[in-house]
């Protein structure tokens, strides 16, 4: 069982950055592989970028790529998600959630899920 925290959500103008954190309760931080997905109202929870144990390998929905980058710190059992250029359409929760296998897109695949943090972005 892994316990997630997010933290860093807010409020931004478009064109604005913020850097999102998802801290974890294990011993075993490193045997994960971490995903942040978001959710905006009315709409299915989304993936958003995944990293993976080691952090040598990361994925990034085509909607992101370029703007948003995922890292981790094993030795503080943290992953980070830094968002630049955000656009009014970034604004969700976002979910940091834990999995053993690199299916990373799939939310299925994930047991352990976090509580959320709000993104806002105003245009």
């Known amino acids: 069982q892994v316990q997630l925290v997010e933290s860093g959500g807010g409020s931004v103008q478009a064109g604005g950055s913020l850097r999102l954190s998802c801290a974890a309760s294990?011993?075993?931080?490193?045997?994960?592989?971490i995903g942040w997905f978001r959710q905006a109202p009315g709409k299915e929870r989304e993936f958003v970028a995944a990293?993976?144990?080691?952090?040598?390998?990361?994925y990034y929905a085509d909607s992101v790529k370029g703007r948003f980058t995922i890292s981790r710190d094993n030795a503080k059992n943290t992953v980070f998600l830094q968002m630049f250029s955000l656009r009014a359409e970034d604004t969700a929760a976002y979910y940091c959630?834990?999995?053993?296998?690199?299916?990373?897109?799939?939310?299925?695949?994930?047991?352990?899920w976090g509580q959320g943090t709000q993104v806002t972005v105003s245009s």
């Open positions: 959630a834990s999995s053993s296998l690199w299916l990373v897109r799939d939310r299925a695949q994930y047991g352990n």
């Open positions: 294990t011993r075993t931080f490193n045997n994960y592989i």
């Open positions: 990293i993976s144990g080691t952090g040598g390998l990361t």
